[in-house]
């Protein structure tokens, strides 16, 4: 009788992980900002139809990348974790921490219990409420680790290059203007072409705008953006 084919659970654990992040890496990059009115995010997408950024609810923004279907189906139960927590109790208790813990807990599930892992990671953002709290990055990891982010995060394709350009060029209460360029310079560094306006996802969370303070950058708004003295 033959024996069962062993394998032993680090084993296993270090094959999923070095899984998930080959899927990852394959992805095109993104890039958060913190500036003066609020939290910028930027994507290589070339696709104008399969958004990677998207709102969540009134203050808080979800970012994915790595595999299309598998952070959507996390955006949509995202959203919908967000919907009902708002209807049952009110929409100041909806936050982007609360978001973030669920998509850890999911996202470890998976990672622990199934085959084969997620191969995405999430990014969930909330501008402060200009109440006295401070905006919130949480990078949520394909294994369920969260990592709190601060002034900026950059996740798929060459993160880390991208952080350290980050870590050498960021600056505190940049201007719209200053961020965007500064976000693009930052997804450049990993490519052999200058990326245009058609090769961007852009949106930010506007602090000064009323209740729902997501918005998208439109191509056009965007070329001028790129193209204003920094």
């Not at 952070?71 to 921490?97: M, P, Q």
């Not at 807990?105 to 219990?113: D, M, V």
């Not at 085959?115 to 949520?140: C, M, Q, R, T, W």
């Not at 500064?182 to 090769?199: F, H, I």
């Amino acid at each position: 009788m033959p024996l069962p084919y062993y394998v032993s659970p680090e084993q296993m654990m270090k094959d999923k992980a070095e899984y998930a992040r080959k899927g990852i890496a394959r992805g095109r990059s993104i890039v958060t900002l913190e500036y003066r009115e609020g939290i910028l995010l930027v994507a290589e997408n070339p696709s104008t139809l399969l958004h990677k950024i998207s709102e969540i609810y009134d203050r808080i923004a979800f970012a994915g990348v790595g595999k299309y279907n598998e952070f959507e189906n996390l955006r949509i139960a995202g959203i919908r974790h967000a919907d009902v927590k708002g209807y049952s109790y009110s929409r100041g208790d909806v936050t982007a921490k609360a978001l973030a813990n669920a998509y850890s807990q999911a996202l470890g599930n998976i990672f622990t219990q199934d085959i084969k892992p997620f191969e995405v990671e999430v990014l969930v953002a909330e501008v402060s409420d200009g109440n006295g709290s401070k905006n919130e990055i949480y990078h949520i990891l394909y294994d369920g680790t969260i990592e709190d982010e601060k002034n900026y995060a950059a996740m798929g394709g060459q993160a880390e290059e991208i952080r350290r350009f980050l870590k050498d060029h960021y600056q505190d209460a940049m201007t719209l203007d200053d961020a965007v360029q500064l976000g693009v310079r930052a997804l450049n560094v990993t490519q052999n072409k200058t990326l245009s306006s058609k090769d961007l996802e852009v949106a930010v969370l506007d602090a000064t705008k009323a209740r729902r303070k997501f918005r998208r950058i439109p191509a056009e708004v965007l070329t001028q953006l790129l193209g204003a003295p920094g």
